[in-house]
């Protein structure tokens, strides 16, 4: 199960690369880079609006891009290290999102 330490961990560790490879390699749009920052700089629902519509219209990252993982072959840090795990960050947001729907729905 993903935690939010887990997260932290690894939004730390993004290099918040100007004109980020992970981005302008995404085969649907997704702008990995933003909604990393928005998270590292802990605006959740900004990151939450930015993965939604495209979830919406696409999936999820894995269903949209038939687990290529452009963006995690792409990333900068994995020259350092290792890639940053951004499949599993935005998995994270589309499972916040889905509660966040659901915890809406039931307070209604």
Excluded: H, W
């Excluded at 560790?13 to 997704?30: H, Q």
């Amino acid at each position: 199960m993903i935690n939010r330490f887990i997260v932290e961990e690894e939004i730390n560790r993004c290099l918040l690369c100007f004109d980020a490879p992970c981005s302008t390699k995404c085969p649907i749009g997704k702008d990995p880079a933003s909604i990393i920052m928005s998270l590292r700089f802990k605006n959740n629902k900004a990151a939450s609006q930015k993965s939604e519509d495209l979830d919406l219209k696409y999936g999820t990252c894995s269903e949209a891009c038939q687990n290529e993982i452009s963006c995690v072959k792409n990333c900068i840090r994995g020259k350092i290290d290792r890639p940053i795990k951004i499949p599993m960050l935005m998995n994270y947001i589309s499972n916040e999102n889905k509660i966040s729907i659901k915890n809406n729905s039931d307070e209604k």
